[in-house]
């Protein structure tokens, strides 16, 4: 049963466009989530995330909106740039997780900024 | 700055071989991880360590064996490896409530 799901595998956006990457989870008990971002052969690195108790948190070119009632999160990039191009992963943190932040992933959305 | 330490980078191993995985981080986290990627899978937990000293299953941990060696040390065990092992291996490390740092992942493939 997957929990947070990256219903798009791909995506290709022109350089100077808005990408906006989609992500749906299905727990309720998630309160924190989070965007990495992945370059081949590389581990994933953090981009940004937001609480439950938000519904925007923004950073630079990146932003992330939530939308609580829907179990939908998005991730916004503008301007993209070609740099951005990279997979990106979705993550969601539950509230039993004690001191280990245990993340759920969803499967991945790669995303290609063309010149 | 090092963060998360992997190795080996690339394995490749016979069915039946066992290997072990290290991972080390020098940020001084409690928390350590380990996932495994597939394709059009995500990346999965297979165990983790909360703190120094204890461990836990995470989503997948059928097949694996782990070690907290110490605070800085977190290993993965494939006691017998099978073809279904085949993956790539990242370890993380975390200080609550700061997100998880990644190593560059071990690339594992069992004939």
């Known amino acids: 049963d997957q929990q947070v799901k990256q219903n798009s595998p791909s995506l290709s956006v022109q350089e100077g466009r808005i990408s906006i990457l989609n992500c749906d989870y299905t727990?309720?008990?998630?309160?924190?989530f989070l965007w990495y971002k992945k370059y081949p052969a590389e581990g994933p690195t953090f981009l940004i995330s937001i609480s439950s108790i938000k519904d925007k948190n923004e950073d630079g070119r990146f932003t992330v909106f939530l939308n609580k009632s829907a179990k939908h999160l998005s991730l916004h990039i503008v301007p993209s740039q070609p740099g951005d191009s990279a997979v990106y992963f979705c993550?969601?943190?539950?509230?039993?997780?004690?001191?280990?932040?245990?993340?759920?992933f969803g499967t991945g959305t790669r995303l290609q900024v063309t010149l | 700055n090092a963060g998360v330490t992997q190795t080996p980078k690339f394995q490749v191993l016979k069915t039946g071989q066992s290997m072990t995985l290290q991972c080390a981080q020098d940020?001084?986290?409690?928390?350590m991880y380990w996932y495994r990627q597939d394709p059009g899978m995500g990346l999965r937990l297979i165990y983790y360590s909360a703190s120094e000293g204890t461990t836990d299953k995470g989503e997948v941990p059928n097949g694996y064996n782990v070690s907290r060696l110490n605070k800085r040390e977190f290993s993965l065990r494939l006691e017998s490896a099978a073809p279904s092992q085949t993956s790539v291996y990242f370890c993380?490390?975390?200080?609550?409530?700061?997100?998880?740092?990644f190593g560059d992942g071990t690339r594992l493939s069992i004939l």
């Open positions: 940020m001084n986290h409690n928390s």
């Open positions: 993380a490390s975390s200080v609550w409530p700061q997100p998880q740092h």
């Open positions: 727990n309720s008990m998630f309160d924190y």
């Open positions: 993550a969601a943190r539950g509230t039993n997780t004690g001191t280990a932040s245990k993340l759920t």
